[in-house]
């Protein structure tokens, strides 16, 4: 296999993540799959920026502790991640600012040069990589004229000085018989799924890690057609979107924790009007303000029972930037075809990643409404509790949604029986949800699967638990149907399973609460909550520990 990985660190305001895109762009167009991590504080200016990009000829998901190369701008890059090289790595650095070995870029000296401005020593040190690890000049500017649109012609100088001011320590050769891939964030591709899925309005108030999905619907509405709205909090946001519904419009918001908080008044409203809503959650951590910029995997119970009284609501828990396109299009699908909420639960792992797709994504098509019957019963009851819609205004019919219990028009009711009958309603929609999600998908088996020791896990974290099941020769189980439960494809998966171990980024181990009432217990928890997700090497240490 041919891999490599690449560091770049410097100070908010250095252009990190921009010159991070660069080089995994770079390895795009030599045909490798790659993975961009991202690790950023919540400052504007200052702090320590550092990005990983991985790429391989074979699919990656996860980061490797271990680099090739360092880019330092700052010399807190070098003083925190030198003893991270391989043996036969080096370090590219702002010289005379940073103090180290490796080969020295006077960066500051090149951007004066030709009158640039100071970040555009990012552009500097991503020539300087290309000439070093000896990647053709034309293949260089021509990713630089793309991405780089303003400003193009100082930046060419200023890259063009610095590939030649450095000496090649080593050879990236073009992956043989591939093609450039495409590159995009999980966030992107979550938004494409929603596309794909036929939503026609996003509503969200930006939050970190959810507001790549509003950004990059905002950049291509007009192209797509759909409505893209910023109202003034999370509330309006959910309130907004099921006006949208109710009148035929199909809505998705966007949010993560703090966000989702004020919206589960508007989550229980969708779940007893029965009007269709999809809910994009990427978490961070928590509680409150929390960590904004960090990952986390602690909101999977919040989102389980989030909103008072008993309704169904389908939950999918993407790993994977296919996974995200596929369901959240699927959920589009199922929120409208159940007239239920339908949640796309991501991390900032997940969601700010860069990706090149393994595949590509294929979704599921569900059978249409069923067509109503005259005059018109809103919450007419129905064998599988799924409702008929209507949309407003539609002559000669009363099409009334309520928050109250209602009977089948519409119309409040406190009636004993009317009340269990609308219970029980919404109950059967719940297990026909679950005969339409507990299907091949639903969970995904990797590593050796016939292994009796399974690493079980769900969400962004399955990249590395892959790796690692596959390095020690276990099971990998990981749900992506999280509610409701896939009970049966689940089992199936852990045919054989004696022993299983848990990873996942809380500090409670929320999947193991899950797998308690299903009736499963695992052996051991493998939790990490400072808010960075595991790389290969670590995670491998930690599994060989507890199953010895």
């Known amino acids: 296999m041919s891999e490599y990985s690449v560091l770049i660190g410097g100070k908010a305001g250095d252009g990190i993540a921009q010159a991070g895109q660069l080089i995994a762009s770079i390895f795009s167009e030599l045909g490798y799959y790659v993975y961009q991590y ?100 034309n293949l260089a500017e021509s990713v630089f004229r793309k991405k780089l649109t303003k400003e193009t012609d100082i930046n060419l100088l200023i890259a063009r000085e610095a590939f030649s001011r450095t000496t090649r320590c080593m050879q990236i050769h073009p992956v043989e018989g591939a093609s450039p891939r495409p590159l995009l964030s999980g966030n992107e591709w979550i938004g494409l799924g929603l596309l794909a899925g036929g939503i026609d309005a996003y509503v969200a108030y930006p939050m970190t890690p959810s507001s790549g999905v509003l950004h990059f619907l905002a950049s291509v509405a007009d192209e797509a057609g759909i409505d893209v709205v910023h109202p003034e909090s999370e509330i309006a946001v959910i309130l907004m979107a099921l006006g949208f519904a109710y009148a035929g419009k199909k809505a998705a918001v966007g949010t993560s924790g703090g966000g989702f908080c004020l919206m589960t008044e508007g989550l229980s409203l969708a779940g007893m009007s029965e009007v269709p809503i999809v809910i994009v959650l990427s978490q961070r951590g928590g509680p409150s303000t929390g960590l904004p910029t960090y990952t986390a995997q602690s909101d999977l119970l919040f989102t389980c029972h989030a909103g008072q009284g008993e309704f169904p609501r389908f939950i999918a828990a993407p790993a994977t930037p296919v996974e995200a396109f596929k369901w959240a299009a699927e959920s589009v699908q199922l929120a409208w075809r159940l007239q239920i909420p339908a949640f796309i639960l991501s991390d900032k792992t997940l969601s700010e990643g860069i990706y090149t797709p393994e595949t590509t994504p294929e979704v599921r098509a569900y059978p249409p409404l069923p067509s109503p019957s005259y005059p018109y019963k809103r919450y007419a009851d129905t064998p599988d509790g799924i409702s008929p819609i209507l949309i407003p205004p539609y002559k000669g019919e009363v099409i009334k949604v309520n928050s109250y219990t209602h009977d089948y028009e519409g119309i409040t009711s406190e009636d004993s029986e009317m009340s269990i009958a609308m219970v029980h309603k919404r109950l059967r929609k719940a297990e026909k949800l679950s005969a339409m999600t507990d299907k091949p998908g639903a969970v995904i088996c990797g590593g050796s699967v016939k292994a009796k020791t399974a690493i079980l896990c769900w969400g962004s974290p399955r990249g590395v638990c892959n790796e690692v099941a596959q390095e020690l020769n276990m099971r990998l189980v990981s749900p992506v149907v999280i509610s409701p439960f896939p009970a049966g494809e689940f089992r199936k998966a852990m045919e054989g399973v004696e022993k299983v171990i848990l990873v996942e980024d809380s500090s409670t181990g929320q999947l193991d609460k899950i797998l308690s009432l299903e009736g499963y217990r695992t052996d051991e928890l493998i939790l990490r909550y400072d808010g960075r997700p595991f790389a290969v090497e670590e995670l491998l240490e930690k599994v060989r520990r507890v199953a010895s």
């Not at 400052?43 to 502790?65: E, Q």
């Not at 090149?110 to 401005?117: M, N």
């Open 38 to 137: 991202i690790d950023y504080p919540s400052l504007i200016k200052g702090g320590h920026n550092f990005c990983i990009i991985r790429a391989s000829d074979k699919p990656v998901f996860t980061h490797r502790t271990g680099v090739d190369l360092i880019l330092a701008l700052d010399q807190k890059t070098v003083d925190l991640h030198t003893s991270n090289l391989t043996t036969k790595g080096t370090v590219i650095y702002d010289s005379p600012k940073v103090k180290t070995e490796g080969q020295a870029l006077p960066i500051e000296e090149i951007v004066a040069q030709f009158k640039g401005r100071a970040i555009m020593g990012n552009t500097a040190i991503v020539a300087g990589f290309c000439g070093c690890a000896g990647i053709p000049w």
